[in-house]
Nanobody, 128 residues
């Protein structure tokens, strides 16, 4: 069983910053090929925010967060991070961490919703 566990959400004023973490918990040694951050605002569909291919460290960002968010990983800790700066009200939502072990999926679907493993989410609220 592979379980991503998010933390670091909270409430912040517009212009502020938050850092989300995602620890991939497993009962055995597991190799993760890609990880991503997704968010879902009330009444809206879940959307990809940032993703990383773990072998090369290649990163991808949604246009709405480019220049403000940074995704990074600590392979030794099997942990993913999302540094979020210059937050605005449009960034409010539940943030989910996802992971997958299929390299073929990862290369084409890093912003799709087909990840094999999902966390339960952490809430981010930005007030103006």
């Amino acid at each position: 069983q592979v379980q991503p566990v998010e933390s670091g959400g909270g409430s912040v004023q517009a212009g502020g910053s938050l850092r989300l973490s995602c620890a991939v918990v497993s009962g055995y040694t597991v190799s993760i090929d890609c990880m991503g951050w997704f968010r879902q605002a009330p009444g809206r569909e879940r959307e990809g925010v940032a993703a990383i291919l773990t072998d090369r460290g290649s990163t991808y960002y949604a246009d709405s967060v480019k220049g403000r968010f940074t995704i990074s990983q600590d392979n030794a800790k099997n942990t993913l991070y999302l540094q979020m700066n210059s937050l605005n009200s449009e960034d409010t939502g539940m943030y989910y961490c996802a992971a997958d072990r299929r390299l073929g999926y990862c290369r084409g679907g890093y912003f799709a919703l087909g990840y094999a493993y999902w966390g339960r989410g952490t809430q981010v609220t930005v007030s103006s």
